[in-house]
């Protein structure tokens, strides 16, 4: 583990971050929109932001003898390794689910979202997002918060909102397969998933980069 990335975890995360990470259980939750486990482990880091501006961490990260861009990457260091870890728990979930449970009446009469490889590459999608929107929004200045987090909650809903309808539109039901029924499809959109969250991430992060060196603490 890195300086930086201890730095985040001891110094500057809250708590509530890491017990939010809990909520990948909800993945468990039959007829219940299970994407919205996502959405709480990103409010965990949101308050983390918070209290860091609060407490005017970044200025004390920008006073170290370390280069600006590394501040950015201590955050998103630390940003993605809460989101892997929310992830990890969400992944064996859904295992559990598609073997276990597999035949459980209680899922199969569920109308929502199953907890499959596709429900996986929507997590990393709207993980990416996050990172994009609201990590990418917050080092504009550094300080604003509300108005890049609004705009990931409203993107946020609104792609569970969609991915929760697709598997209702003629042709897509096997999106939301039992088991291991459409394995094939059901991969291929977890990869999807795979590379949508690296590309947004790596994009938010070097947008982040030249933002955050721009500005005049």
């Known amino acids: 583990m890195n300086s930086l990335l201890k730095k985040e975890m001891c110094l500057s995360a809250m708590l ?18 299970i ?7 990103t409010l965990g880091i949101y308050h983390s932001f918070q209290s860091a501006r609060e407490s005017n961490d970044i200025v004390f990260s920008a006073l170290l003898p370390i280069a600006k861009r590394d501040v950015v990457k201590g955050k998103y260091q630390f940003c993605v390794l809460i989101e892997l870890c929310g992830f990890f728990m969400m992944a064996v979930l859904t295992l559990v689910r598609m073997t276990v449970f597999s035949e459980s009446a209680i899922y199969h009469q569920n109308a929502l ?5 596709f429900f996986l590459g929507m997590v990393l999608l709207i993980f990416g997002m996050f990172n994009q929107i609201f990590i990418g929004g917050f080092f504009r200045t550094a300080y ?23 598997h209702h539109v003629p042709g897509l039901e ?3 397969a039992f088991g291991t029924d459409h394995i094939a499809l059901q991969l291929s959109a977890l990869i ?6 690296i590309l947004l991430t790596i994009m938010s992060y070097n947008r982040s980069c030249k933002s955050f060196n721009n500005i005049d603490l």
Do not use: D, Q, R
Request: charged content about 5%; proline content about 8%.
């Open 16 to 33: 509530l971050t890491y017990l939010f990470i809990g909520f990948a259980i909800m993945t468990l939750l039959p007829g219940y929109p």
């Open 35 to 41: 994407l919205c486990g996502v959405f709480f482990i």
């Open 113 to 117: 979202m199953n907890a499959n490889p």
């Open 144 to 166: 604003n918060l509300g108005k890049p987090f609004v705009t990931y909650i409203i993107t946020c809903f609104l792609t569970i909102g969609i991915a929760e309808a697709l």
């Open 174 to 176: 096997p999106l939301n």
């Open 192 to 197: 999807a998933g795979i590379f949508l969250y």
